[in-house]
C-alpha cells in the first residue's frame, strides 16, 4: 500500500474553510511537506512542518501534525477560487531520504 | 535564485517511437536530480534519481532510462514507447543533506506525454 495516504476528492463552498488529511507511515519522519498542484502545472512547495511541532501557521494556511497519530492536516481558511487544485502531503523517506507523495487531493471550491 | 526549466511541455508521440525529455537547473551546483511522472488520477511515481554526474538510480525496471551528462542537465530517455508510458513528467531538484534546505524538493512545470 501507500506510504502515504489522502483523501482522493474535498469539495469546498467559496468562504469556509478546507480540511485536508493526510497519515504517514514513517514516524521517524523529520520533514512533512504540503505541495499544491494546479492544473497542468508542476507542484509548488505550499508549506512544511518540523516533526517536533504540532502547529504552523502562514497566513490562511494551518499545518497541524500528530505524530501519535501520523496524522497530518492542512486547514486552508476562507477557501478561494483560486484554491482549486490538488494537494499533496509528502514526508521524507528515512531510508534513503527522498520524499514519498500521497496520491493528492483534489480541492474543488463552488460558489 | 534556483530555477528549473523542462521541455518540451507538450509533446505526441507514436507507439514504439523514442522519446527525449530535458531539465536543466540554474543558480546552484551538484543538485539531487529526480524525474517523477504522475499518471492520470494517480499520484507521483519516483522514476529516477541523480546524486552526480552519471549517478542514476532507478526506483522503478520500465523501459525508460536517465542520463545525467552534465552537473546541472538530466534526461529522460526511451528507444520505444508504449501506450502506458502516457502521463505528466516532472523534474525536480533539491540540494540534499540534511534540514529541511536539504530535503525540500522544487519541481519544473512539467511536460505532457501522450503516446498514440
Known amino acids: 500500500g501507500e506510504d502515504v495516504e489522502q483523501s482522493l476528492f474535498l469539495s469546498v463552498r467559496e468562504g469556509d474553510s478546507s480540511v485536508i488529511n493526510c497519515t504517514y507511515t514513517?514516524?521517524?519522519?523529520?520533514?512533512l511537506y504540503w505541495y499544491k498542484q494546479e492544473p497542468g502545472a508542476g507542484l509548488q512547495l505550499l508549506t512544511y512542518?518540523?516533526?517536533?511541532?504540532d502547529m504552523k501557521q502562514d497566513q490562511r494556511l494551518t499545518v497541524l501534525l500528530n505524530k501519535k497519530d501520523k496524522h497530518l492536516s492542512l486547514r486552508i481558511a476562507d477557501t478561494q477560487t483560486g484554491d482549486s487544485a490538488i494537494y499533496f502531503c509528502?514526508?521524507?523517506?528515512?531510508?534513503?531520504?527522498?520524499?514519498?507523495f500521497g496520491a493528492g487531493t483534489t480541492v474543488t471550491v463552488r460558489a | 535564485s534556483q530555477t528549473i526549466h523542462q521541455w518540451p511541455a507538450t509533446l505526441v508521440q507514436p507507439v514504439g517511437s523514442p522519446l527525449s525529455l530535458e531539465c536543466t537547473v540554474e543558480?546552484?551546483?551538484?543538485?539531487?536530480l529526480y524525474w517523477y511522472r504522475q499518471a492520470a488520477g494517480r499520484g507521483l511515481q519516483l522514476l529516477f534519481y541523480?546524486?552526480?554526474?552519471?549517478?542514476i538510480s532507478s526506483e522503478v525496471p520500465q523501459n525508460l532510462s536517465a542520463s545525467r551528462p552534465q552537473d546541472r542537465q538530466f534526461i529522460l530517455s526511451s528507444k520505444k514507447l508504449l501506450l502506458s508510458d502516457s502521463g505528466f513528467y516532472l523534474c525536480?531538484?533539491?540540494?540534499?543533506?540534511?534540514?529541511?534546505?536539504?530535503?525540500?524538493?522544487?519541481f519544473g512545470e512539467g511536460s505532457w506525454l501522450t503516446v498514440v
Open positions: 525536480a531538484w533539491n540540494l540534499g543533506g540534511d534540514g529541511h534546505e536539504g530535503n525540500t524538493i522544487y
Open positions: 514513517d514516524s521517524s519522519s523529520t520533514y
Open positions: 512542518i518540523f516533526s517536533n511541532m
Open positions: 509528502a514526508e521524507i523517506r528515512q531510508n534513503d531520504y527522498k520524499l514519498s
Open positions: 543558480g546552484t551546483s551538484n543538485p539531487n
Open positions: 541523480s546524486v552526480g554526474i552519471g549517478q
